[in-house]
């Protein structure tokens, strides 16, 4: 696939397009090697778009195939195992197993599920999760258990202080995009850290897979983060009250970028939370970010050819589009923008997440934000700042040095960061350790 910069959406909103079937995506993608198992490499070119068409030959893509074996090996196995949105495309990842080796590929698909590019994934060396020095294995205890209605269970762990009793409890609330219960990115696992770390220190937490990964198939059609994200957090909040020890009165909410900015939501509708913490919450509509990433990352690449400006306007032409506050004649719910329903826009566009949490008077606010963020930046802590400063029920920090998953940096660079362990700043949890015991 060439270049592209159209809708570069970073990690933050990096959301699977469920309008786009996963299943029908992963056939693709499967039948797809399957015919160049078979040699049958007409039938296979004629997946590909006109574009790709032009630049790999059939008898191209038949050497191609052939180089493989030579390499890897005879092929025996392709199993498609994962589908990323990226931005108007589709990138499915399949598993490849040869008999010399294994070997993963990406394959871009358009709408119209023809490919659109062919790429050998990465050779599986990304490090290992690194358990931060601040976890105490020795102070804390993890139970596997679900939340959810029967037929649509999460899988969840809590974890707990031992010999304690009246704990608080944190339920952590995921960014956008699927996600596993310790929300890992690449070599990094956020929540798991914040998680044992402030178990370390005396505070028991909930956190869960997110329904987006383990039940796709839930959004293929219209949707809206109550779906995505109100329903399950208001499940975890329950389960939180039932931990044995805890203090049912001093139950928070720990919310990450997309997480962050809800949390006034979930603390309007949960009146009896003892408090929010945003972390990398944006402030913003989520358009504004979006367009913001796309001209960091436009700079970052430092290519400047008129060829990557037009992508980038027209990156900002159709990420504009999302601005959408209600639904018309003209706009349906079901219509698809940025791979999202028009509903899911319309529904977040309405919602002001720094009036919902000026109007949160009794329950406290941590508001935290890295320097080294190039996901959600400055502009927004300002914003929060600004709004929420001078209220009693309110901190603020600003962390010069972290990234995007809470960890210290010497720059803010790119998701590159993400595929090197580096745990939760400790200074962090230690800080969010005693504003909740501060109470």
Do not use: C
């Not at 220190?201 to 039940?215: A, E, H, N």
Request: a positive charge; glycine letters at 6%.
């Amino acid at each position: 696939m060439k270049k592209n910069i159209l809708m570069i959406i970073a990690l933050l909103f990096t959301t699977s397009a469920f309008s786009q079937n996963v299943i029908q995506l992963f056939n693709g993608a499967n039948d797809f090697f399957k015919l160049l198992q078979e040699e049958k490499f007409a039938d296979a070119h004629a997946i590909f778009d006109d574009t790709l068409k032009s630049k790999l030959t059939e008898e191209g893509l038949k050497k191609l195939w052939l180089d493989m074996g030579t390499k890897f090996g005879k092929a025996e196995s392709f199993d498609a195992i994962q589908s990323k949105a990226q931005g108007e495309f589709f990138a499915v990842t399949v598993e490849g197993k040869f008999s010399n080796g294994d070997q993963n590929f990406i394959l871009g698909f358009n709408k119209a599920q023809k490919i659109v590019g062919i790429f050998l994934a990465p050779p599986k060396t990304a490090s290992a999760y690194l358990k931060p020095t601040y976890a105490d294995t020795s102070h804390y205890s993890e139970k596997s258990v679900y939340i959810g209605a029967a037929g649509k269970q999460l899988a969840a762990i809590i974890t707990t202080p031992k010999d304690m009793k009246n704990f608080p409890m944190v339920v952590f609330v995921h960014g956008s995009g699927p996600s596993d219960m310790d929300e890992t990115i690449g070599a990094n696992k956020p929540f798991k850290d914040l998680a044992t770390g402030l178990a370390s220190k005396g505070i028991g937490s909930v956190r869960y897979v997110k329904r987006t990964l383990v039940y796709p198939n839930e959004f293929a059609n219209v949707y809206t983060v109550k779906d995505e994200v109100l329903d399950d957090a208001a499940a975890a909040i329950a389960m939180a009250k039932t931990i044995t020890g805890a203090n049912i009165k001093q139950v928070y909410v720990f919310g990450h970028s997309l997480g962050g900015m809800l949390a006034p939501r979930i603390a309007t509708s949960t009146p009896d939370l003892a408090g929010i913490i945003l972390a990398a919450a944006p402030a913003r509509k989520l358009t504004d970010i979006i367009i913001e990433q796309n001209k960091y990352m436009f700079n970052l690449s430092k290519d400047t050819t008129a060829e990557n400006k037009a992508q980038l306007n027209e990156a900002v032409k159709q990420i504009n589009k999302s601005r959408i506050s209600q639904l018309g004649t003209s706009i349906k719910p079901d219509s698809i923008i940025l791979g999202i329903p028009a509903k899911y826009w319309a529904d977040l566009n309405a919602y002001d997440q720094v009036n919902a949490a000026k109007g949160l008077n009794k329950q406290r606010i941590y508001i935290l934000q890295g320097g080294n963020d190039f996901q959600v930046s400055k502009t927004d802590y300002d914003l929060w700042n600004v709004a929420l400063g001078k209220k009693k029920n309110v901190q603020l920090k600003y962390y010069p040095e972290l990234n995007h998953l809470l960890s210290v940096q010497a720059e803010k660079g790119s998701s590159a960061q993400y595929q090197i362990p580096k745990n939760v700043s400790e200074v962090l949890v230690n800080d969010i350790a005693t504003w909740i015991k501060s109470k």
